[in-house]
Nanobody, 123 residues
Framework: QVQLVESGGGLVEPGGSLRLSCAAS????????MGWYRQAPGKQRELVAT???????NYEDSVKGRFTISRDNAKNTVYLQMNSLKPEDAAVYYC?????????????????WGQGTQVTVSS
C-alpha cells in the first residue's frame, strides 16, 4: 500500500506564492511519473505539472513561467512552487504518482492519488 500526503495549500492573495508538497510512503520499489493535477468547481481535473517516467517535465500552458515542479527522490517527494498566483488557479490540487510497489510475488505498478489540498486565490 502507498500513501500520498499533500500539504501546503491555503489562502493567498493574487500575485502571491504557495509551495505544495507531496510525500509518498509505503511499500515503494520505485516511482515513475509523479506530479500535480487540479480540479476547480464545475471543471474537469487537469494536469498542472508533472515529471514523466522519462524524467522530463510537462506543464499546463497557463502555468508555464509561474509554476515550477521539483522532486527529492531520496524523500519520494514532489514539490510545486506556485508564483504569481491568479484567481483562476484556485482549485483542489491533487498529487499523482505511478508507483512500482513491492508485492509478495515481485513488483507491480499502480497509479495513486493524494487526498487533495485546497488552494484559494482571493483578495
Amino acid at each position: 500500500q502507498v500513501q500520498l500526503v499533500e500539504s501546503g495549500g491555503g489562502l493567498v492573495e493574487p500575485g502571491g506564492s504557495l509551495r505544495l508538497s507531496c510525500a509518498a510512503s509505503g511499500s515503494i520499489f520505485s516511482i515513475a511519473a509523479m506530479g500535480w493535477y487540479r480540479q476547480a468547481p464545475g471543471k474537469q481535473r487537469e494536469l498542472v505539472a508533472t515529471f514523466t517516467s522519462a524524467g522530463s517535465t510537462n506543464y499546463e500552458d497557463s502555468v508555464k513561467g509561474r509554476f515550477t515542479i521539483s522532486r527529492d527522490n531520496a524523500k519520494n517527494t514532489v514539490y510545486l512552487q506556485m508564483n504569481s498566483l491568479k484567481p483562476e488557479d484556485a482549485a483542489v490540487y491533487y498529487c499523482n504518482a505511478d508507483v512500482r510497489v513491492i508485492t509478495a510475488w515481485g513488483t507491480k505498478e499502480y497509479r495513486y492519488w493524494g487526498q487533495g489540498t485546497q488552494v484559494t486565490v482571493s483578495s
